[in-house]
């Protein structure tokens, strides 16, 4: 019986897409960046999962973001439903790209996986990525009830994560203003600050966070709700 000829270009594409596979493990960043980028340069289906895999221990935020891409090349109808699984995980990375790779996607089918749970996990950058999902992915109608829960979150963390809560809230548009003018009469004067900052962010966006946040903790102090009425 005659031995079955595999075409050449089968057999390329199998070299290839081994030696890709094998990048992506790579223990210099530089050749994982260079896999991720040749595997989101020709989409494969046959990568997603290892793709996915990735995001969720790969250590050098550069090679993320270029796996996060790389997913974004491929069709939604196969990544969306891997990544969704991610949000489930114990590896709080791994719920964080998937977030993050989630809102580069854009498809609004996401959306009910962007839980209340997500939108106030412990881990900072979990919390992070789910805010900027869920601002990405609100249906519309929706934003008001949104701000309502990220709005629990004000006066959390330092500087880099309440920053990022006051840009989540502002993308929201004016539909927070009667949430923030609830928080800025919070008995904790983290969230009272915090609120004040985000509201000064909403009317000028040009306005530094760091201005806004200590001109916000002075009016507090003074005990006081904002300067402008």
């Given at each position: 019986m005659?031995?079955?000829?595999?075409?050449?270009?089968?057999?390329?594409?199998?070299?290839?897409?081994?030696?890709?596979?094998?990048?992506?493990?790579?223990?210099?960043?530089?050749?994982?960046?260079?896999?991720?980028?040749?595997?989101?340069?020709?989409?494969?289906?046959?990568?997603?999962?290892?793709?996915?895999?990735?995001?969720?221990?790969?250590?050098?935020?550069?090679?993320?973001?270029?796996?996060?891409?790389?997913?974004?090349?491929?069709?939604?109808s196969m990544t969306v439903p891997e990544l969704l699984k991610e949000l489930r995980s114990e590896r709080a990375q791994a719920r964080s790209q998937a977030l993050h790779t989630l809102s580069k996607i854009g498809d609004r089918q996401a959306w009910p996986a962007i839980t209340r749970a997500l939108l106030s996990d412990a881990n900072d950058e979990v919390a992070r990525s789910a805010w900027r999902a869920a601002v990405v992915l609100v249906p519309e109608g929706e934003e008001s009830e949104l701000a309502a829960v990220l709005s629990t979150q004000l006066g959390r963390g330092e500087r880099e994560t309440q920053l990022s809560l006051s840009r989540a809230l502002v993308a929201l548009g004016e539909v927070i203003s009667p949430t923030?003018?609830?928080?800025?009469?919070?008995?904790?004067?983290?969230?009272?600050?915090?609120?004040?900052?985000?509201?000064?962010?909403?009317?000028?966006?040009?306005?530094?966070?760091?201005?806004?946040?200590?001109?916000?903790?002075?009016?507090?102090?003074?005990?006081?709700?904002?300067?402008?009425?």
């Open positions: 005659a031995e079955e000829v595999v075409p050449m270009a089968m057999q390329k594409l199998d070299t290839d897409t081994v030696r890709a596979l094998q990048g992506l493990e790579d223990s210099r960043s530089s050749v994982r960046l260079r896999a991720a980028m040749a595997v989101g340069t020709t989409p494969d289906p046959r990568f997603i999962d290892k793709l996915i895999e990735r995001c969720a221990i790969e250590p050098e935020f550069y090679v993320r973001d270029m796996l996060t891409w790389a997913l974004t090349r491929h069709s939604a923030l003018r609830a928080a800025i009469t919070d008995l904790d004067p983290r969230v009272r600050a915090h609120a004040i900052a985000t509201e000064r962010l909403l009317r000028d966006p040009d306005t530094r966070f760091e201005f806004a946040i200590e001109e916000a903790k002075r009016v507090v102090a003074l005990g006081g709700t904002s300067k402008e009425e």
